[in-house]
């Protein structure tokens, strides 16, 4: 720590956003970077703990932050970005869509504001492509073990690039038309430009990963045929069976799973030609989404784009407190009420809302019926109760449902790899190594969604799991 | 030989034994032989009784005796009635004997030594049964009471020199064939003395029962011109009667901490020794150290050898104990040359020493360089000289006393009774000095390397090279800038805070280097560490390096050496070397490499080792002087041998091999690059050494940017070095070793973890009591590192890891103290979590997956439980827990207050630490709650050790050291001493205060229990607790802390906190409690001392499972320290040395300590947690009472399924060893013990001073005093300050005069109100901790001498004193006023070291200084009167400044207290100088500390400024 007392001199910091006004009115980032003076006094901030909690217990990936802190207050941005890409392949991911709970464990965190991370670790990278730090590190040789990675989510592209740099020969198979799986279509442009995916993945391809776009495993291509060509397989395919409004009227046309309508905002970004027909779109009407999550403010922010005219967001949950509770002490995830940049423009947020009915003209909805619920803890843990007399009804035009996902998606390939499956239905695994031999798993497909930051720590244990089998 | 009565067991060793005594000596200076001379000799051993110490059998004591010149007419008259004639006198020897009572064995033995005789041409005459009365013996010395026979032996002709050295020879030729023939079984054999010059009587005495047991000693025809006598203290109570002293040559106070490296060279040398004058065959002389010797017997071995060899009894000594002679030493360059020249042929026997001596001609004293015992000494009117430790063991009437006298450091001190005169050092010295041309011969021989010729600079290594060194050596990201880079840019040794809580080396998953193995050995009790860097004038770093010559003779040859200024040899250094190929001095390397892909690693290291040793051996037999063996080589192939298993192997290999002596050795390695790692390769025998690649690290962290570019890279090197330099010294010290030369090869360490083939193979000697790795697993290690370097990095991994061994990370070094732990402990603590705690204790026991400490691998037995409601409750079980010894200072306020609330409310005990307490917390708050600490730690420091202080206390806890840096002292920044910490430590705000290394008044065991005895006084009932650090003899110091009278001791782990220590001190020294509380136990036990003394145990005890382990080990009390701060909202951000807690905990910056959230609740809730687990634990155990559980280790043993490559070699059966217990002897506290007091002159002194007491009335009386009358006067001021607080009486309330000599401690902790008036003279430690009374020491008037040149108080005076006056009418020993901080002193002379480390305070001295005044000085005033202007040279100037006295205050303050002087003491010269004012008062210097005049100006400007109101505390806090 080069600065003893600079926690004690700084403020935190927060990054400054675009106004609501200017960035409503496009689908770009909306953080304005710090300039380099006061990212070295965010820096300086971290007191190079005895115990990094930040390190040891927040971040799934193992960042040495303290260390890269003291590199970007030395102004030694190369090595901090070296020392940060030995733990974390796709830092300027993390260090943007990361909900950081590195900061949540920072020990400034336990009486004062925590140390600016992810915005350091967004820096570090983004200085790092600036200056032409980040090259392709291409394996001195090459095994001649053939990989296959199917899905090119942050578990798959993470597992990706450690086996092509270990020098076996990758190939990732992507069901989509473009590689990024949930980073391409499930992350709105304006919290993660998809320029910053094209870099990293020019770099991956010049370290020798093959992709392959458009091709369904288990339908486009069989299992067997697969066991045959590679050596090992590791299956990264996501959690992408979304979970589902149980309601009557839950059938009306106007009524989507949140991922459906972030993918094709997101594909109409990149230039895709969608019929006008099948376009989602929120303008002009009165949107209702379901689920306080991630996902359901990413639904807020696209449908204030998009022109919505009102914007609701029910969660079933009642509204967390401002200051962290006693039932999450530090160093845990604090159970907060959180407000994302999203939530600042604009869209009314209701809390213990169930939603009860959705009925409509035809086969478009236009009403939803709900009722206000409470919750209190018994012996079997928190129950949930209608509160009488608050029923009530509210015109909608769009309902968008953010309610998280179940589990993987059970379709052919698990059943052509024959994977046994756990008892949430997610591939069941032993590390990595799934029932079925040569065949690996990882990330969200194996424990379920998460964030990003697990999903890359997932792949890069995954990858070495499989260069030690390989070996 | 060891001990007969007493083997190993367990973990207790014999040879970790350790005494000191009281010494003295009485000699007619004319010679005249009378019996007077052997009733002096009684009467000094009678009155040093007090520093002796009884065992467990309170008759028996450790052992006494006299040794004196033989009275040829009584022994004549003996012989003529056992119908036998002697020869003329001096023509015949005598040889005391103590045989054993098997009549057939002692028969045996006395043919061996009949024969011996016989050998050497000389004839027995008869023996004689000598007298004695076993029935004042106590019951051990009885048991072992041995035939105590006389032997007379016809020197057929032969006298003088030529005579003493037949008796010699055939002594030893006795000694060794009995010991060989006979084995252990004739241990009892022993010789006290055999000569024809003197005789010794001794044995397991008391004083009294010496001259008791023997009739012969009261018989008036026992005369003699000269005696030296000898009492003895000692750890143990095992009866020996050899070890009793005076030994043949000398009588020793003090320990010789060196012994072991001195055996070893005396091995070295043994096969070039050669001496015409005792015949050619020398093979009855070796071994020249018999086997399992006290140290001071080992010492009297080699002595004798150099005086039979014909060495002067003078100049054998010199060489054995020399003097400083560095450049703060102001001696003659002949004298210098001496030493120089003496220092290439012989190491100094090093440690705290006062050594009588004789050879019956001449009786000497002298002291070691640091002058750490006490010696003092008068020539009385008719030619009496008596010598003593005290002062006052024998009264003379003051017109009697022509001279008092003390022996001075390093300075010898002499009678030659056939010249009839005192000889004094100067002229010893110079005589000797010149005997021979040595300032020559050094300068025409000796090699330096600047004289080498000059070689360019190698080229450097390329960054990749570099990297792929450092990975084969195993350096981490975090060393090389958390260490290396530090040392290189401030050329000091990092600080870090907080405990370690790794795993020992041979627990740990990771490839450890093979220093990490091993643990420091440091000072306690038994000797004092010292102060590098206050007292580094008396430590050196010199050496002579190359082929030694015989011990026995003296040529220009011996010192055609290399003399090195330090160890540290620099790239240029080993290159010139390289080069240097001379006829007389050849160098030659040698590689230490092992093939790294052979399949039996193990077999591949010791062909390495072989091949080394071989090489060296060929090279020596060539002709070398110096091997160097270097690992430079290294490659894809070879693997480095560990430097330091090479070094030790080949220093190991040649001593067997008898060729140690005849080359250095010099080791060029990558490895080494932390204090610890020279110090080990020092302390295993390497001469030098050089870290290329450690050099090579700073050119990369320079080049990388670690370390500044715009520093000159040779300055990197330099200060680098100079880091290196201050932490061997440091090292050296914490054992209280003053010079590498003895340092090296002493092997100063334990082993930890490794298994008895390694250390007999090539550590030979070292403890390892644990067992172990052996080379199979250091050859893994050593090539897991090696093959990491070489193969491929992962990509986008970092070339070098980062450790993780200090600061914590999820891929280093697992950590006990992890986010998981502190988590939920914190969780547990803060909401009531039961859940919490069970997780975090689980998590800290569950050892399969985690074994970070050696009790992680215990295992309980199992037993009958029982139903758990049936088990002690919880409420009953905290009052067994304490809070460790943090100081309000190093943590806030609110932290330390918030502690003692909890403990209190518990029933258990807070600790104040080394800081003092404010006052106001004696006053419980209105909720009942109170703040005041149970227990009030008395340190180094004693800051804020006050007599109000000390009778507030339940216990008073003497802190002998510190888990995480024992053997070292500490530092508060002048930035930290607040006004609020600065009034509690009694200094001044702003003013850096250091805590000496030693306590100044604990020297050896009988200081210890003097000061024991002090605190006892201080507050009569209090209980008295020593802490000790876990480390190899603990037990025995135990022991002796036991027979000190202490009512507890407590024993910490070596991975206690700190609030700032030095890293390595953190890691490397000490061990864990497991090792010393079961050695402590099992030592108590032996000696049947448990009985009467509590244990305790303290060192990252987490759980309720660590606290049984504690208590089956045989703690009774627990200490937290680390945990308790974490439930008070500590993360272990391990910034405590910093200042900068953000959880305002370790800091005093008022803004963070406002984020301080704990709460006594937290604490008492955890503290709760932790009973509730005993409970449990011990309902399964089937444990009812706590107390049954004391010392049940049978309830232990090991886990079975150990199955750790590394921990799988480890072996607990000593630490399991149950002590024997068949007498029924107690394995816990059962008894108080004996009250010291009874007996206190004090007792008489309250009686009498009813009237002040009771009314306030003014007071004044007389009374003798003796030097037995110890500690006078405070338990008085106890009841005073009791009474009235700490403002005690008014001034001059009660006035006590005495006449005769004070004993030590006179006056200690005196309050207000007191004067204490001795005329006559005191001893050591006069006015210690003075609390405001006043003592006056005058001279008295009749006596004959001129009082400024004649020392009339011993040493260590005013140690920590916080106010009051005193005056002393003559001069003062060593450290005067040392820690002083508020006390007034005017005094007519002093020693060495005056006014060391004074914090506030005045002192005025009318005449001369010693040297080294003012060191570590940084508050208060001292005036000295400098008559030759030569002051500057003696003062250390490095925290003061010299001023005139030209201001009008000054004189006016100076003139005042010298005339107050002269009214209380009638001080003649305090006369003159007044008379002659104005001319006096210009030859006055005022030493002014820097950092205090700074303070003191800021006081003024705050004065200024509070009318702006400007807080001071703030003010006081971003300055310093």
Redesign the interface.
């Known amino acids: 720590m080069a600065k003893p007392n600079g926690f004690f001199e700084y403020k935190r910091q927060e990054v400054p956003h675009r106004s609501v006004d200017q960035r409503t009115g496009d689908y770009f980032e909306i953080d304005i970077p710090l300039p380099e003076e006061q990212i070295r006094q965010q820096a300086a901030r971290c007191m190079d703990c005895g115990i990094p909690f930040c390190h040891g217990c927040g971040c799934p990936v193992l960042n040495q932050i303290p260390e890269f802190n003291d590199y970007v207050y030395q102004g030694r941005w190369r090595e901090a970005c070296a020392i940060l890409h030995a733990t974390n392949n796709f830092p300027e991911i993390t260090g943007r869509i990361c909900p950081a709970p590195c900061e949540a464990s920072c020990t400034l965190n336990i009486n004062e504001e925590p140390v600016l991370i992810r915005h350091i670790e967004y820096q570090i990278v983004e200085r790092g492509f600036q200056e032409g730090w980040i090259q392709p590190i291409k394996a001195p040789t090459q095994t001649g073990k053939r990989v296959a990675i199917v899905g090119s989510g942050p578990a798959g592209l993470a597992a990706a690039q450690q086996l092509a740099r270990a020098g076996h020969e990758v190939t990732v198979f992507e069901k989509e038309d473009r590689i990024g799986g949930l980073l391409r279509y499930g992350i709105p442009d304006f919290k993660l430009d998809k320029r910053i995916l094209e870099r990293r993945l020019d770099q991956l391809r010049a370290e020798g990963v093959r992709f392959r776009t458009d091709v369904v495993v288990g339908e486009d291509i069989s299992g067997r045929y697969m066991k045959k060509m590679f050596d090992a397989i590791c299956i990264t395919m996501g959690a992408e069976a979304p979970r589902d409004l149980p309601v009557p009227g839950r059938g009306y046309e106007n009524v989507f799973f949140a991922m459906d309508y972030l993918k094709q905002q997101n594909k109409i970004n990149a230039g895709a030609d969608i019929d006008p027909h099948d376009i989602i779109s929120a303008k002009d009407k009165i949107v209702v989404v379901i689920g306080g999550g991630d996902t359901g403010s990413d639904c807020i922010g696209t449908a204030r784009r998009q022109g919505a005219k009102e914007i609701y967001s029910f969660e079933i949950l009642p509204e967390p407190p401002e200051k962290r509770p006693l039932d999450t002490p530090w160093p845990q995830w604090p159970r907060i009420l959180r407000t994302s940049s999203s939530h600042e423009e604009g869209c009314q947020r209701r809390w213990c809302i169930l939603t009860k009915r959705l009925s409509g003209m035809g086969v478009m909805v236009n009403e939803l019926q709900g009722v206000q619920v409470q919750w209190s803890q018994t012996a079997k843990g928190w129950q949930m109760q209608e509160v009488p007399d608050t029923e009530f009804s509210m015109k909608v035009d769009l309902v968008l449902l953010a309610l998280g996902f179940v589990h993987v998606e059970h379709g052919p390939l698990i059943k052509q790899f024959d994977l046994e499956l756990d008892d949430k239905g997610n591939i069941k695994v032993n590390n990595y190594q799934t029932s079925s031999p040569k065949v690996f798993a990882a990330g969200d497909a194996t424990q379920g969604a998460s964030l990003v930051v697990h999903a890359i720590h997932a792949g890069r244990q995954a990858a070495k799991a499989i260069d030690k089998w390989l070996q | 030989m060891k001990t007969a009565d007493q083997k190993n067991t367990g973990l207790y060793e014999s040879r970790r034994e350790h005494d000191a005594c009281g010494i003295g000596a009485v000699v007619n200076i004319s010679g005249r032989r009378e019996h007077r001379i052997i009733e002096l000799g009684k009467e000094i051993l009678l009155n040093l009784q007090h520093r002796g110490a009884a065992g467990s059998d309170e008759a028996t004591v450790d052992g006494a005796g006299i040794l004196f010149q033989i009275p040829d007419e009584f022994f004549r008259q003996e012989a003529q009635r056992l119908q036998f004639s002697l020869p003329p006198a001096d023509r015949y020897g005598l040889a005391m004997l103590f045989a054993p009572k098997d009549d057939q064995l002692r028969k045996k033995c006395e043919q061996i030594l009949e024969n011996a005789i016989i050998h050497y041409g000389m004839e027995v005459i008869g023996y004689r049964d000598v007298p004695g009365r076993p029935d004042c013996l106590g019951d051990l010395a009885r048991a072992v009471e041995p035939r105590i026979r006389q032997l007379f032996i016809d020197g057929s002709g032969k006298k003088g020199a030529s005579l003493e050295k037949l008796l010699f020879l055939s002594r030893k030729r006795a000694e060794k064939i009995v010991s060989q023939n006979l084995g252990p079984e004739a241990a009892d054999f022993y010789i006290p003395s055999m000569s024809s010059r003197t005789i010794c009587y001794k044995g397991m005495f008391l004083a009294p029962q010496l001259f008791g047991y023997y009739p012969d000693l009261s018989d008036e025809r026992m005369v003699s011109g000269l005696a030296i006598v000898h009492q003895r203290y000692s750890t143990n109570t095992f009866p020996n009667w050899r070890l009793a002293q005076p030994f043949r040559c000398i009588g020793h106070n003090g320990e010789i901490n060196t012994l072991s490296g001195n055996i070893n060279r005396m091995r070295a040398h043994e096969m070039n020794l050669a001496c015409a004058d005792l015949g050619n065959d020398l093979s009855d002389l070796k071994p020249v150290i018999a086997e399992g010797l006290s140290d001071s017997a080992s010492f009297d071995n080699v002595l004798e050898l150099l005086i039979q060899a014909g060495r002067s009894l003078p100049h054998a000594i010199m060489m054995m104990i020399p003097e400083a002679f560095g450049p703060s030493y102001h001696i003659s360059a002949d004298k210098r040359a001496f030493y120089e020249y003496h220092a290439a042929i012989m190491e100094p026997w090093d440690g705290p020493a006062a050594m009588v001596f004789t050879d019956g001609r001449l009786v000497g004293g002298t002291l070691d360089r640091n002058g750490l015992r006490p010696a003092r000494y008068i020539v009385t009117t008719d030619g009496l000289v008596i010598l003593a430790s005290e002062v006052g063991v024998i009264e003379f009437p003051p017109k009697q006393i022509q001279q008092k006298g003390r022996l001075q450091p390093g300075k010898m001190f002499l009678v030659d009774t056939r010249e009839g005169r005192i000889v004094l050092d100067n002229e010893i010295k110079s005589k000797i000095a010149r005997q021979k041309p040595y300032r020559r011969w050094l300068e025409q021989n000796r090699i330096e390397l600047r004289g080498l010729f000059h070689i360019s600079r190698a080229a450097p290594a390329d960054p990749n090279t570099i990297s792929q060194r450092l990975r084969i050596f195993g350096y981490t ?1 975090e060393e090389l800038r958390m260490i290396q880079a530090p040392m290189a840019v401030n050329a000091q040794e990092p600080v870090g805070s ?1 405990g370690t809580d790794t795993p020992l080396a041979a627990l740990s998953d990771k490839s450890k280097p093979l220093f990490n193995y091993f643990k420091q050995l440091f000072a306690q009790v038994t000797n004092p560490p010292i102060d590098p860097l206050r007292e580094g004038l008396v430590m050196s770093l010199m050496s002579f390096v190359g082929k030694q010559r015989n011990l026995l003779d003296e040529t220009p040859a011996h010192c055609r050496q290399l003399k090195l200024p330090h160890p540290i040899l620099t790239d240029e250094d080993v290159e010139r070397l390289k080069s240097v190929q001379r006829g007389d001095f050849q160098v030659a390397s040698i590689p230490i490499l092992f093939d790294a892909n052979r399949g039996d690693a193990a077999a591949s290291l010791r062909d390495g080792l072989d091949q080394m040793l071989n090489a060296a051996v060929k090279e020596i037999q060539a002709g070398a002087s110096l091997i160097i063996i270097s690992d430079r080589q290294a490659s894809p192939t070879q693997a480095p041998i560990p430097s330091l298993l090479a070094t030790a192997a080949l220093h190991q290999g040649l001593l067997r091999k008898k060729l140690r002596a005849e080359a250095g050795i010099v080791i060029e390695s990558g490895e080494p690059r932390e204090v610890m790692h020279f110090a080990l390769l020092c302390g295993y025998g390497a001469n030098a050494v050089n870290p290329y690649l450690a050099y090579e690290a700073l050119n990369e962290l320079q080049r ?2 670690d370390i500044n570019p715009e520093i000159d890279p040779e300055q990197l090197v330099e200060n680098y070095i100079a880091a290196v330099k201050k932490g061997i010294l440091k090292t050296m010290s914490k054992m209280g070793i003053s010079t590498l030369r003895s340092y090296h090869g002493a092997q100063l360490f334990e082993a930890l973890g490794l298994n008895q083939e390694v250390i007999d193979n090539y550590f030979t000697g070292t403890s390892s009591r644990v067992g172990g790795i052996g080379l199979d697993v250091i050859a893994r290690e050593a090539i897991t590192r090696h093959q990491q370097a070489y193969s ?1 990095r ?5 070339d070098i890891d ?1 450790g993780g061994e ?6 280093g070094e697992r ?1 006990l ?4 732990t ?2 939920n402990l ?2 547990a603590a ?2 009531n979590d039961k859940q919490a705690y069970q997780k975090f204790s689980q998590q800290i026991n569950e050892q399969t997956q985690r074994l970070c400490t050696l009790r992680g691998l215990f295992e309980f037995v199992p037993g009958k439980s029982v139903p758990l409601e049936q088990v002690e409750p919880i409420e009953e079980i905290v009052k067994r827990f304490f809070t460790g010894a943090m100081s309000h200072g190093s943590i806030s306020k609110e932290a330390h207050e918030t502690m003692a609330i909890a403990m209190n409310r518990l029933g258990g005990k807070s600790n104040t630490g080394e800081g003092g307490e404010d006052p106001d917390r004696y006053t419980p708050l209105e909720n009942g709650d109170s703040l005041n600490c149970a227990i009030k730690q008395v340190a180094s420091g004693r800051f804020g050790v006050t007599i109000n202080y000390l009778s507030h206390a339940n216990t008073l806890q003497i802190k002998m050291a510190q888990g995480a840096k024992p053997g070292e002292g500490g530092q508060l920044p002048g930035h930290k001493v607040t006004e609020e910490i600065a009034r509690l430590r009694h200094s001044t705000p702003g003013v850096t205060l250091i805590s000496p290394p030693p306590h100044h008044d604990i020297y050896s065991i009988e200081d210890l229990a003097q000061l024991i005895y002090d605190l006892k006084c201080s507050n009569p009932g209090v209980i008295v607790s020593v802490k000790l650090v876990s480390e190899v003899g603990v037990g025995t110091i135990a022991a002796g802390v036991a027979k000190g009278n202490a009512d507890e001791v407590l024993i910490s782990g070596h991975d206690g906190g700190t609030g700032a220590s030095p890293l390595s001190s953190i890691k490397h020294a000490g061990v864990p409690w497991e090792l010393g509380l079961a050695e402590t136990q099992q030592t108590l036990v032996l000696n049947n001392l448990r009985d009467r003394i509590k244990v305790q145990v303290d060192g990252q005890i987490k759980t309720g499972r660590d606290v049984v382990i504690g208590a089956l080990l045989g703690a009774e009390h627990f200490g937290f320290g680390t945990t308790a701060l974490v439930t008070l ?1 500590c ?5 405590c040395h ?1 200042g ?1 807690c ?2 305002g905990i370790g800091t005093q ?1 008022p ?2 300590r406002k ?1 301080f ?1 704990g709460k006594p609740e937290h604490l008492q809730q955890y503290l709760t947690f932790v009973a509730q687990e005993v409970r449990q634990i011990m309902a399964e155990l089937g444990f009812r009472k706590f107390e049954e559980m004391v010392g049940q280790v049978e309830r232990l043993s090991c886990k079975k399924a150990v199955e750790h490559w590394k921990g799988k070699g480890l072996d607990f059966s000593a630490i399991f060893t149950p002590p024997d217990t068949t007498d029924g002897r107690a394995l816990r506290c059962l008894r108080p013990q004996t009250d010291p007091l009874k007996e206190h002159l004090d007792w008489k002194i309250l009686e009498k001073s009813r009237a002040a007491l009771e009314q306030k009335q003014n007071t004044a009386f007389q009374m003798p005093i003796r030097n037995v009358n110890r500690t006078v006067g405070t338990i008085l001021s106890n009841h005073i300050v009791k009474q009235y607080g700490a403002q005690g009486l008014p001034d001059e309330t009660l006035e006590i005069t005495f006449t005769g000599t004070a004993g030590q401690s006179f006056g200690a902790f005196l309050a207000p109100g007191i004067t204490l008036r001795i005329i006559g003279d005191g001893n050591d430690y006069l006015g210690k901790g003075l609390s405001g009374g006043r003592i006056i020491v005058q001279t008295p008037t009749d006596s004959i001498f001129e009082p400024h040149e004649n020392i009339i108080v011993g040493n260590t005076l005013l140690y920590g004193a916080t106010s009051g006056e005193v005056f002393i009418n003559g001069l003062a020993g060593e450290r005067f006023g040392v820690r002083n901080s508020g006390a007034t002193a005017v005094v007519e002379g002093l020693g060495d070291h005056g006014c060391e480390y004074m914090t506030g305070g005045t002192v005025v001295i009318l005449g001369q200084t010693g040297r080294n005044f003012a060191a570590g000085m940084s508050g208060g005033l001292a005036y000295v009167l400098d008559e030759h202007q030569l002051f500057d040279t003696l003062c250390n100037l490095d925290m003061v400044d010299l001023e005139n006295v030209w201001q009008t205050e000054d004189k006016n303050l100076l003139y005042d207290l010298i005339g107050r002087h002269y009214r209380w003491t009638n001080s003649k010269r305090a006369w003159y100088i007044l008379d002659n004012w104005p001319e006096m008062v210009g030859r006055f210097v005022k030493v002014m500390p820097i950092d205090y005049r700074k303070s003191l100006q800021r006081l003024k400007d705050r004065e200024q400024r509070e009318t702006e109101f400007t807080p001071a505390t703030e003010e006081v806090f971003h300055h310093g």
Request: proline residues 2%; positive net charge; glycine residues 4%.
């Open positions: 990201r907080m990388r940017g491929l992962t990509l986008a991994q970092v980062y200090y600061h914590f990370r999820s891929d950590h103290w992890n986010p998981q502190v988590a914190q969780l803060r909401y909202g993360v272990l951000l391990r910034k910093e900068n953000s959880v910056n803004q963070l984020r959230a």
